[in-house]
């Protein structure tokens, strides 16, 4: 039984993302929400829908000037849809601890 060819050997293999990237990911998320609250840029608008809000504000985070470098080094290490769900997530934590 011989190797399979290199081509046939990468469309198999998956990326992932180790569990301290992840957590870097979290802080830096941390972070940048923290700094987006300061700047008013966070601010919850019952009128959007919450995927909207989300993906705008990533959209901000990685376009604003007192975001965009911290930002990139999220963008550096995670895909986009990986991204937009742990800001996500820090989002409805957040949400969840003030509403109580």
């Not at 604003?64 to 986009?80: C, G």
Request: charged content about 25%; hydrophobic content about 40%; glycine content about 4%.
């Amino acid at each position: 039984m011989g190797r399979a060819p290199i081509n046939a050997r990468l469309k198999e293999k998956t990326l992932l993302v180790m569990p301290t990237t992840i957590n870097l990911c979290k802080l830096q998320f941390h972070k940048l929400y923290t700094q987006a609250r300061r700047l008013g840029i966070a601010e919850w608008n019952d009128s959007l829908d919450y995927a909207d809000f989300i993906h705008g504000l990533w959209h901000i985070m990685r376009t604003h000037k007192a975001l965009k470098k911290d930002a990139e080094k999220i963008v550096d290490l995670l895909e986009n849809g990986d991204a937009i769900e742990l800001l996500s997530e820090i989002v409805l934590n957040h949400r969840r601890a003030t509403s109580n």
